[in-house]
């Protein structure tokens, strides 16, 4: 059969208010996200900020109307600060997911797939989502690379705003995993299906959703993902998919909600401090290292498990999780509801000022330019 030819939209520089929706759940259509050079690729996820806004006001009206919880003032102000904190290099510089992917493109790819085929579309989402499920499970697994996503699962609340909370560093381990798919498939392709992969997983981060169905069987969705971000010790390591658990199906890390779920790390760091929540387990690694004897057990430290130490197996034990009773509250301020209105009021003036800021930098500029 013919490949279907797709010519790529006029003007890529804004979004269509169906466009913005559509991203966030992956469902655009390969014609109208192809895009046959970098130039031409929306910044998705820059433009994505107002429906992000959206939903985390749809949510809170829901949760209230459900007696679903609702989510704390300071852990959505953490969370919020943590992606603020996440996409201010890109200001600066180009994604290291990029640069690095055109550097492989460049020199090193084998053959080169048509840019506006459909079939190429979707082997990039397929690809993109495989590639993440590795980088996610060893973000889990290799304590370096744990120092920097447990962040992300820091929150003790779950709930749109808990997808904010992404860690600074997590992209500076996360490009060695995608380097492969540049080995075949044009830049372009990959930076729209890298943004929409990220995208997806934000409407995730939810306890509105009970149960889809049977889109439960290849979806990632809010019920696995709970699951994901749970401590209790069904929880730990599991349901790693960005997009489609499939592949946690296939490679035996799938476990189905089933006992209630308590969010958080296996050891609450009790803190909204927006530099401890970055960095703190880098702090107890470095410490770690220094106290460990022998070679080997100190480069272990590094890239085995979090939960390693001699003469444990390489993900540690999972006896030595603690358990949860389900009585466990999350660590919180005593402050004013005057006091929250107005860190509310000065924080909503500083997100429109990280709006204006990022307008005004140029769609393209952190995808093309050095």
């Known amino acids: 059969m013919a490949e279907a030819q797709m010519v790529a939209p006029g003007d890529p520089k804004n979004i269509?208010?169906?466009?913005?929706?559509r991203m966030l759940f992956y469902v655009m259509k390969p014609n109208e996200s192809s895009f046959p050079n970098l130039e031409e690729v929306p910044e998705y996820v820059e433009q994505a900020t107002p429906f992000f806004i959206s939903l985390i006001v749809l949510e809170l009206a829901l949760s209230w109307l459900k007696g679903k919880p609702r989510g704390r003032v300071d852990d959505a102000l953490t969370s919020i600060s943590a992606g603020i904190l996440y996409r201010l290099p890109s200001l600066?510089?180009?994604?290291?997911e990029l640069s690095s992917y055109i550097y492989v493109w460049e020199n090193y790819r084998l053959f080169h797939l048509p840019w506006d085929s459909p079939w190429t579309w979707y082997l990039t989402f397929l690809g993109v989502d495989l590639c993440y499920y590795w980088f996610h499970r060893m973000a889990h697994e290799v304590n370096i690379m744990w120092a920097a996503h447990q962040t992300h699962h820091s929150s003790e609340d779950y709930n749109l705003t808990t997808a904010l909370r992404q860690s600074v560093f997590q992209i500076y381990t996360s490009w060695i995993f995608y380097c492969p798919l540049a080995l075949f498939i044009p830049p372009p392709v990959f930076a729209v299906h890298i943004q929409f992969n990220l995208l997806y997983q934000f409407w995730i981060h939810t306890q509105i959703i009970d149960n889809l169905g049977p889109l439960e069987l290849i979806l990632n969705t809010p019920s696995?993902?709970?699951?994901?971000?749970?401590?209790?010790?069904?929880?730990?390591?599991?349901?790693?998919?960005?997009?489609l658990i499939i592949w946690d199906r296939i490679f035996?890390?799938?476990?189905?909600?089933?006992?209630?779920?308590?969010y958080g790390l296996t050891h609450p760091i009790n803190t909204f401090e927006p530099f401890k929540v970055q960095f703190h387990h880098l702090y107890y690694m470095w410490t770690t290292f220094w106290i460990t004897p022998g070679f080997w057990n100190k480069l272990s430290v590094i890239f085995k498990g979090p939960g390693w130490s001699p003469g444990k197996p390489r993900l540690g034990l999972s006896e030595e999780i603690p358990e949860v009773t389900g009585k466990e509250v999350p660590y919180g301020t005593r402050v004013s509801g005057s006091l929250q209105l107005?860190?509310?009021?000065?924080?909503?003036?500083?997100?429109?000022?990280?709006?204006?800021?990022?307008?005004?930098?140029?769609?393209?500029?952190?995808?093309?330019?050095?």
């Open 252 to 262: 035996g890390t799938f476990e189905a909600e089933s006992e209630k779920v308590t």
């Open 224 to 243: 696995h993902h709970r699951v994901h971000h749970g401590r209790n010790r069904y929880c730990i390591d599991k349901n790693y998919a960005s997009t």
């Open 342 to 370: 107005y860190v509310v009021v000065h924080f909503v003036l500083l997100l429109g000022f990280y709006e204006d800021t990022f307008a005004d930098k140029g769609v393209s500029n952190s995808l093309v330019s050095s």
């Open 16 to 21: 269509s208010l169906s466009q913005g929706f």
């Open 92 to 96: 600066f510089f180009r994604s290291i």
